[in-house]
């Protein structure tokens, strides 16, 4: 009830409408809104999933740029080791072991999600005593850089798309003189 009636003022105030919900429900957001306004349509607000505006926002301005899947993301982990095979220190005999793709490519979303690029982490590595943790950072960054250099200006994962999707917020003018609800 709050939501519909927070929507009817915004709509009688000319404002255009952002309605997002999770994955599988924005069909139902449409139908008891519109049942709950007591309105035929909806033109005005429009609902969707944070998933989708993502996409939507990645396709926009993202032209040229392919995003690729867990498997393509293990192609270019895989590629990424055998680039950085002769610098590994720590890591030169587990490159080849089982299971070091997916824990890099876990380790790799996990820097991205924190939003720590190469250049942080080897800022951060430089200030560590020599000794095999510093061996294992500097490996990692040697491996996070070459995964991105793999990707660069072509391919991206899904933490990219999230990161240029953000990016596109202000360019797209999607928040500009609209009412935003979560």
């Given at each position: 009830p709050h939501l519909q009636e927070t929507?009817?003022?915004?709509?009688?105030?000319?404002?255009r409408c952002l309605v997002i919900?999770?994955?599988q429900y924005t069909l139902q957001a449409e139908y008891d809104l519109i049942i709950g306004m007591r309105?035929?349509?909806?033109f005005d607000v429009e609902i969707t999933s944070f998933s989708n505006l993502v996409q939507h926002l990645f396709e926009l301005y993202s032209a040229g740029t392919v995003r690729i899947d867990n498997s393509g993301k293990n192609v270019a982990i895989v590629r990424a080791i055998q680039k950085a095979s002769k610098s590994l220190q720590y890591y030169s005999s587990a490159s080849n072991r089982r299971g070091f793709i997916e824990q890099s490519g876990a380790w790799?979303?996990?820097?991205?999600?924190?939003?720590?690029d190469c250049d942080q982490l080897e800022s951060y590595a430089?200030?560590?005593p020599d000794n095999s943790y510093k061996e294992k950072i500097c490996d990692l960054i040697t491996l996070y850089r070459a995964y991105d250099n793999i990707l660069?200006?072509?391919y991206v994962d899904g933490q990219?798309?999230?990161s240029r999707a953000i990016d596109a917020i202000a360019p797209s003018k999607i928040a500009e003189d609209s009412d935003i609800f979560v």
């Open positions: 929507l009817s003022v915004s709509r009688k105030e000319g404002r919900v999770p994955d309105v035929p349509g909806l790799i979303s996990e820097m991205k999600q924190a939003q720590l430089n200030d560590l660069a200006h072509h990219d798309v999230l």
